[in-house]
Structures are given as structure tokens and as C-alpha cells.
């Protein structure tokens, strides 16, 4: 189940992480990422979401290219 949300979010930001690696690249999108996590962390300490941004913001891969990858 959380996997099929997780991929429904991941599909749904793709655009904005795009844009916001034009304008700022790697960092930019770590950033974004990071400070979503601390969002859904001070909401939903446990939730699918604050584990989501937290991996997505520490992996390097992903906030260098691997959101790229993501088909819609």
C-alpha cells in the first residue's frame, strides 16, 4: 500500500524537482526534499511521507538525476 502512495507522490513532484534543479541544481533539490521531511516529520512523526522525503533527501542518486527517471 505504501509503496503505490509513495510512487503516486514521487510522480506528482517530479515536475517541480526538474525546475528546481535548473535553478539550483543538486543542492536545490536536496534541499526541497530535506525541508518537506521536516514538514511531514513535525506533522506525522511516523508517517510513509516523513520516511519517503527523508530517504529521498539523503540519497544522492536520486537528487542528482534519479528523479529524472520517474515515469508518469
Do not use: P
Amino acid at each position: 500500500m505504501y509503496t503505490a502512495q509513495a510512487g503516486q507522490e514521487l510522480v506528482s513532484i517530479v515536475y517541480h524537482l526538474e525546475r528546481l534543479f535548473e535553478a539550483s541544481g543538486e543542492v536545490g533539490v536536496r534541499n526541497h526534499l530535506a525541508e518537506q521531511a521536516a514538514s511531514r516529520e513535525a506533522a506525522h512523526t511516523n508517517s510513509w511521507q516523513t520516511a519517503t522525503y527523508k530517504a529521498l533527501a539523503t540519497n544522492d542518486w536520486f537528487c542528482s538525476e534519479g528523479f529524472e527517471h520517474i515515469a508518469g
